[in-house]
């Protein structure tokens, strides 16, 4: 069984979930996981998780995202893209100047209303369901952050942007918010995520390409799949430091703050509250995340590997 992340191209038509119904045919094996979602007309990084990297997928759904999007100004839709029903049409009467200021003013806090059309759920039922059901529902503004928003290219009525975002961020929403803002309203009309975490476009596969690796072998599979340990290599790295506290590792017990220290590149890295750490066997065995709580002294398991 392969286990870690491999990098996923999704391509236009591809629902997240037929990626991962595709590859679990490729792979041979059930146990993989997609870290978000992707419109199906939307296009780019999709990291997948393998194996033991499932448990990863919680951890990186929680990733900084890139996108370069093209937004359509002069008309809204129902689903806030080119594919939904068009509720209005407008003259662009806007010049570059006024899309690049009011583009900027959305970098930073943003309170942004999730649209119908998505999977969020309430009372137990997506949110797209009630959309095709003809309902609309209220929905609380949720707190997201856009780090940088790039006006790339501007020829009206379409504008090309390249936005940086914390997740939980619609773009498309993004992009009718800006439209409402120049009064001519907008939707969108490309979506492509160049970048998810430390995952880039650039180094992405499509579903072909891993088909033609799984064909070459398991040894051509795995020399493309990220391992768990890779993935986590922003964090320090602890070990515990004899048999006892082993068994208490390898049982996912409380680990006391003594009985760990920090080892190799962070050495001299010093246990604050919160902080959240690789943590290996005194033998050197990768076995866990854990998270320091200061009030205890000690550290608790927030996922085992093994």
Known sequence: MYDGMINVC?????TSHDVVAKLRGILHQKRIGHTGTLDPDATGVLPVCLGKGTKLCD?????????RAVMLLGRTTDTQD?????????EVCVG??????VAAAFVGDYMQVPPMYSAIKVDGKKL???ARAGQEIERKARHVVIHSLEITD??????TMKVCCSKGTYIRTLCQDIGEKLGCGACMTELTRLKVGSFDMAD???LSQIQAMADLGEEEVNSHIITVEEMLLDYPKFQT????SDKMLSNGNWLPGELVKPVADSAGTELSDGLQVRMYSSTGDFTAVYQYIAAKNSLKNIKMFV
């Open 241 to 244: 430091t004899d048999a006892v």
């Open 204 to 206: 992405a596969f499509t």
């Open 82 to 90: 080119i594919s939904g029903q068009i509720i209005s049409e407008k």
């Open 10 to 14: 999704k391509e236009k038509g591809f």
């Open 128 to 130: 797209y369901e009630l």
């Open 154 to 159: 501007v020829r009206l009525p379409y504008v």
């Open 96 to 101: 570059e100047d006024d899309i690049r200021n």
């Open 59 to 67: 951890m990186i759904t929680d990733r900084d995202k890139t996108y």
